[in-house]
C-alpha cells in the first residue's frame, strides 16, 4: 500500500499515521488511462458513477459508450445526450457508427421496458463482439442490479461481467454504516449476513462491509478476469464516513487482492476524499 508521511494531516486521517495523496479527477484517481471495457457492479452510486466517468473520459477526447447487462433507468439528456436501442450486435454497431458522427459519448440498450421506464442490456457476448470492433474507446457497463440501496450481495447468477472488462469497479454507499442489516437496507440482506456473519437486525459496521466487499470481488474478479480491480466508497459527504472509508480501505489490504480503494462523494463537485493504493496492477492480459 502506498503511504505518504505528512505534518499537515487531517484530524479524520491522524490515528492512521499516513496521508492519501490524490488526484484532481476520477479517471485520474481509477489510472484510466488508454481504452477499455469498465464494469460497475455492487450498490449505492453505480449509475452516478458511470456517467461521471464517461463525462470525464468524453471530455478527454475518447469515444465512449454507456450501458449495462441488467437494467437501468433510461438516461436523462443531461447524464447521455442520445440512446440507442439495438436487437442485434449488427444494429448495433450501425446505429453506433452513425451516433459517433454527433456524439463521443452515448448511451445503447437492448430495448426500453415503458411500465418500469427501464432500459434493458445487452448480454455478455454481445459487449465482448463490440469491444473487438474497436469503436469505442471505452465502454462503460453497469453490470449489477441493487433496487437503489446503499449496499448489496449476489445471488448465483449476478453480477453479470463481459469477459473483455479490463476494470472492475464495485461500488458501495458509506451511508449503510451504521444501519440494521434488513431488506430496507441491504438488497438481499439474507445473503448478505451468511457472507459477513452479521445477524439480520444487527448494526452494519466497517468489518461487515470489507468482508462483503473481498467476497463480491473474488466473485466477480473470475468472471473477466480484469487488469484493475477498485473499490469505490460512495457517499463520504461527513468527516465519519470519510473515516469508515478509510479504515474499509485497510482493512481491504489483508483481505483481498485490490489495487485501490478510493473514498469519495459522487455528489461532490472534486469527488475523490482519499485513494489508497493496496496493490500494483496484474500483467496485461489479451483481450483481442
Given at each position: 500500500m502506498t503511504i505518504?508521511?505528512?505534518?499537515?494531516?487531517?484530524?479524520?486521517?491522524?490515528e492512521y499515521g499516513y496521508f492519501i495523496q490524490m488526484k484532481p479527477s476520477l479517471i485520474d484517481n481509477l489510472g484510466l488511462t488508454g481504452k477499455g471495457v469498465i464494469s460497475?457492479?455492487?450498490?449505492g452510486g453505480k449509475t452516478s458513477l458511470m456517467f461521471r466517468l464517461a463525462k470525464e473520459l468524453a471530455n478527454s477526447g475518447n469515444t465512449v459508450l454507456t450501458t449495462t447487462t441488467t437494467k437501468i433507468l433510461m438516461p436523462a439528456p443531461d447524464q447521455s445526450p442520445e440512446t440507442i436501442l439495438a436487437g442485434s450486435i449488427e444494429e448495433l454497431v450501425t446505429k453506433s457508427t452513425?451516433?459517433?458522427t454527433r456524439y463521443p459519448h452515448f448511451s445503447a440498450g437492448h430495448g426500453y421496458d415503458p411500465v418500469l421506464k427501464k432500459l434493458n442490456g445487452f448480454n455478455r457476448d454481445t459487449i465482448d463482439q463490440l469491444w473487438r470492433t474497436a469503436l469505442f474507446d471505452w465502454i462503460i457497463v453497469e453490470a449489477d442490479g441493487a433496487k437503489r440501496k446503499p449496499l448489496k450481495a449476489t445471488n448465483s447468477h449476478e453480477p453479470v461481467v463481459p469477459e473483455v472488462t479490463s476494470h472492475l469497479v464495485?461500488?458501495?454507499g458509506l451511508d449503510a454504516v451504521g444501519l440494521p442489516l434488513d431488506d430496507?437496507?441491504?438488497?438481499?440482506?439474507?445473503l448478505f449476513s451468511q457472507n459477513t456473519g452479521v445477524g439480520l437486525g444487527d448494526i452494519i459496521d466497517e468489518h461487515a462491509i470489507a468482508t462483503a466487499i473481498a467476497i463480491e470481488i473474488k466473485k466477480a474478479g473470475a468472471l473477466g478476469h480484469p487488469l484493475k480491480t477498485l473499490v469505490f466508497l460512495n457517499k463520504a459527504d461527513t468527516r465519519?464516513?470519510?473515516?469508515?472509508?478509510?479504515?474499509?480501505g485497510t482493512l481491504l489490504q489483508q483481505k483481498s487482492n485490490l489495487n485501490k480503494v478510493i473514498t469519495?462523494?459522487?455528489?461532490?463537485?472534486?469527488?475523490v476524499k482519499n485513494c489508497l493504493t493496496l496493490h500494483?496492477?496484474?500483467?496485461?492480459?489479451n483481450t483481442d
Open positions: 505518504i508521511p505528512s505534518d499537515t494531516l487531517n484530524n479524520s486521517f491522524k460497475i457492479i455492487g450498490a452513425a451516433c459517433l464495485l461500488v458501495t430496507t437496507h441491504v438488497h438481499r440482506a439474507d465519519e464516513r470519510i473515516r469508515s472509508g478509510l479504515k474499509i469519495g462523494a459522487l455528489k461532490d463537485k472534486i469527488p500494483q496492477n496484474k500483467q496485461k492480459r
